[in-house]
Every structure is written in structure tokens, then in C-alpha cells.
């Protein structure tokens, strides 16, 4: 039993995270968030009852910050989620991208490699530094081929650019100053609590709402898909099992373009909340809500991740069936409307954003 300080706790895969940590270890947990629009008390609502978690309220860019935190709590270790991660938003305001996810990270690897060079020689050797990072690091596939730890990289947005940026600096403090660093590189994540601008929370909400359900190009767009919970099991075993200075490529093996994705959206709802009873609808189906938009500036084609380095040495599979876990993320957002309706209050009105 040791101290986590997580990071983005507050956040989609962060607040994931806190509760499967606290579902699956005897840990204490410090979660740490600035609160921004995608992050959340109302996420954390539950963990916040358990006496083993602690909240504190800041930016991973505060320096002085930073350096209280960990004087005060000794973590065993650091798990990074902090980050602006939504493409679109990247491309209107590309500056809180790079204050966050390059500035901040190296400021927080400073404060941890000032408190770990500090540690006696044990705990200094069993402390981590785990990174969470994306797939979208290594740019755009063709029709074939998938990524690994290998694939160089070609960030194609400022987001992926900010990300890859991180990374580098996260290896580099491996390598110069010795700090036990891992690194995760994850596909998209689906699952509960993800602040409605991304794509399957969008399209669900909007399909109750009887709002289009605009697809960017002509929706051939492939991305591989994976439960949040499989990934915050992933971290988990990374940290516990990774060999320090290593990468871990952690995806799902569920590729799909993104029209299949709203269609397999559609025919949910329609399952949860039939279209003859929802009076939000004027059209006799949900998938005559979907309207073919602009495509994104920079739009990647393909992703698709090889987990085979996670699954060969650390033996991690995901739990979860796609149609299945889909199903039940469906479920979930249809019975949290209020969650829902109170992280999307004064914040954002699901218009679109990442015009260029």
C-alpha cells in the first residue's frame, strides 16, 4: 500500500482511473485536477466518499504547486492524465495545448525528479513517473498496418503535436536524468463520464435530442476503439509490471470507420429509446439524423494499434466485447441526462468547433 498522485483525475479516463485504482488496489490516492470545462467534482462523486482519496484543486503547470504536493503526500508514484485532448478544440486555440501538455508535463517531471532525487536509494528505485499518452502521436496509417512502440512519430494536429512533445520529454528525463519513467499510448477510449464533445457522447446526446448528427467528410475515418476500463487496467498493470524506461502501446483490436460508429449509435438508442416515443424526433429513425459536415482540418485517416508488446509481457487483454461495451455506454448516458446536462452547463452547447 503506497500513495498514487493522479493526475487529470477529474477527467473521462482520470476519473475512470481513480475508481478502478480503488476498486483494484489498497493504494491512497491524491487526485489532482485544475477543474477545466472537461473535468469534473461530479465525476468523482463516489470516490470522493472513500478516506483513502484526497483531492486537490491544481494546475500541473504550478510550479510551486507541484513541489507542495509532493512534499506533503510522498507519492510512490505519478499517473500523468493531465491534458487538453480534444482535436477540434486544438486547432481553434492551439496555446492552452501547449501550456498544458508540454509546459505542464515538464514542470510535474521537474517536481518529481527534485523529490525522487531526495528518496533513499529503495524508495527512489520503486518510485514511477507513468505517462498516458494516444495514439495519435504516430500521425496516419494507410489501409494497412498498425502502430507500435516502434512507429516513428508524425503528429498531424496540435493536439497529437503537444502529446508527442510530452513524450519526448518524459523519455528524455529517463535517459539524462534517470527519472523511472513508462509511457502508455492508448487508442480512443469509450466508456462513461466523457464530456460530451467527443464523438460517441455527441452523437447519443444529439440523437435523444432529435439534433443531426454531423459526420466529418464522408465518415471512412477508422479509429480503434477501447473500453476505459480496460485501459485504466492497462495503466495499472504498466505500472505495477512495466520494465521502467519502456513504452506500452495499449488498444483495443476494434476498428472501425466513423459512420459504422454512429450507425451502431443509432440503432442503441433506438433499442433504449424507441424514435415512434421520443418527441424530441421529427424523422421516423434515428439514422436520418446524420448529416455529412467539413471534414477536419488534418484529418487522420487510419489508426490502429499493436498490443501485442502489453499482451506478450504483461499479459493484458481487454475485458470487454465492443458491441457490448457500446451497448452499455449507451445505457449509461441515457440514464445520467443529468450528469450530462450539468458538466455541459455554461461550457459548451455541442456546436461544432476545429474549423480552422
Not at 473521462?12 to 482511473?17: R, V, Y
Not at 503528429?155 to 503535436?161: L, Q
Not at 484529418?299 to 501485442?308: G, K, M, N, P, V
Amino acid at each position: 500500500m503506497g500513495t498514487l498522485l493522479i493526475t487529470g483525475g477529474a477527467g473521462f479516463i482520470g476519473s475512470n482511473l481513480v475508481q478502478y485504482a480503488l476498486d483494484h488496489t489498497a493504494d491512497h490516492l491524491v487526485i489532482v485536477d485544475a477543474l477545466t470545462y472537461a473535468g469534473s467534482l461530479l465525476s468523482l462523486e463516489r470516490p470522493l466518499t472513500d478516506p483513502r482519496v484526497t483531492f486537490v484543486r491544481a494546475d500541473i503547470g504550478d510550479r510551486e504547486a507541484m513541489a507542495r504536493l509532493f512534499a506533503a503526500h510522498r507519492p510512490a508514484a505519478v499517473l500523468n492524465l493531465a491534458a487538453e485532448t480534444h482535436v477540434d478544440r486544438s486547432i481553434d486555440g492551439p496555446r492552452r495545448f501547449i501550456d498544458t501538455n508540454i509546459v505542464g508535463t515538464f514542470v510535474l517531471l521537474e517536481a518529481a525528479r527534485e523529490f525522487v532525487g531526495a528518496l533513499a536509494t529503495e524508495a527512489r528505485d520503486a518510485f514511477r513517473f507513468l505517462h498516458v499518452s494516444t495514439d495519435e502521436v504516430y500521425g496516419t496509417l494507410g489501409p494497412g498496418g498498425r502502430f507500435s512502440e516502434e512507429t516513428p512519430y508524425a503528429p498531424s494536429s496540435p493536439y497529437a503535436a503537444s502529446k508527442a512533445s510530452a513524450d519526448h520529454l518524459v523519455r528524455a528525463y529517463f535517459h539524462t536524468y534517470g527519472l523511472p519513467i513508462l509511457i502508455t499510448n492508448c487508442s480512443n477510449n469509450y466508456g462513461p463520464f466523457q464530456f460530451p464533445e467527443k464523438l460517441i457522447p455527441l452523437m447519443l446526446l444529439n440523437a435523444l435530442e432529435g439534433r443531426p448528427l454531423p459526420i466529418y467528410g464522408d465518415g471512412g475515418n477508422v479509429r480503434d476503439w477501447l473500453h476505459v476500463e480496460d485501459h485504466c487496467a492497462g495503466i495499472l498493470l504498466v505500472l505495477a509490471k512495466g520494465r521502467v524506461g519502456e513504452k506500452y502501446n495499449v488498444g483495443g483490436g476494434n476498428e472501425r470507420t466513423n459512420l459504422e460508429i454512429v450507425d451502431r449509435i443509432c440503432d442503441a438508442v433506438e433499442g433504449l429509446r424507441p424514435a415512434r416515443s421520443n418527441p424530441a424526433l421529427s424523422v421516423s429513425g434515428y439514422r436520418e439524423l446524420k448529416t455529412f459536415v467539413a471534414d477536419r482540418p488534418g484529418h487522420d485517416r487510419r489508426y490502429a494499434i499493436d498490443a501485442s508488446k502489453i499482451r506478450r509481457e504483461l499479459g493484458w487483454a481487454p475485458r470487454h466485447v465492443f458491441e457490448e461495451g457500446l451497448a452499455s455506454t449507451a445505457r449509461w448516458y441515457v440514464d445520467h441526462r443529468d450528469w450530462c446536462e450539468q458538466v455541459q452547463q455554461g461550457r459548451y452547447d455541442r456546436t461544432r468547433l476545429g474549423l480552422g
